[in-house]
């Protein structure tokens, strides 16, 4: 089995009660469910938080013994030095995932201190993202 880290930073517990209109009416329980389904040859691990040095943790744990880590850093994207760092730092490829397009909103969701050190960047796209991430790493296992 192709083993996949999905990690999800902070508000992204909250997704279909959160700004639905950007967002969308999914949870990101409900849509798992689906994922999985969609790809039964991948073996997925989920982790959220909202705390940011939890994420660096998981970056790090998941960093030397998985197939590919999809990150949506949710807004520590914009301002993590620490989070670009353990990217930078671990063996496993990291795509970035972000729901909205953060390129057409306001002007601080344009920096990402993760794009540089992931080998993609899928944004805009609502949680297809995590979907065609995971299209890459069968493709490129
Ligand atoms: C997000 C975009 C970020 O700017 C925002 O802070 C989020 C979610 C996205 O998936 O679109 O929380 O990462």
Not at 3 to 32: M, Q, T
Not at 57 to 80: C, D, E, M, R, V
């Amino acid at each position: 089995m192709l083993e996949i880290a999905i990690i999800n930073g902070p508000n992204l517990n909250l997704l279909g009660k959160r700004e639905p209109d950007v967002y969308g009416h999914a949870s990101f329980e409900e849509f798992l469910v689906q994922l999985k389904k969609d790809f039964p040859s991948v073996n997925f691990t989920y982790f959220q938080s909202n705390i940011e040095g939890e994420i660096v943790q998981a970056i790090q744990s998941h960093g030397f013994n998985k197939a590919g880590i999809i990150l949506n850093p949710a807004a520590y994207t914009h301002t993590s030095v620490a989070i670009g760092d353990a990217v930078a730092a671990i063996k496993t490829p990291v795509i970035e995932v972000h729901i909205s397009n953060v390129h057409a909103r306001e002007d601080f969701r344009k920096i990402s201190h993760v794009s540089a050190k992931s080998v993609g960047s899928i944004v805009g796209l609502g949680l297809k993202g995590y979907a065609l991430a995971t299209e890459w790493f069968i493709a490129n296992s």
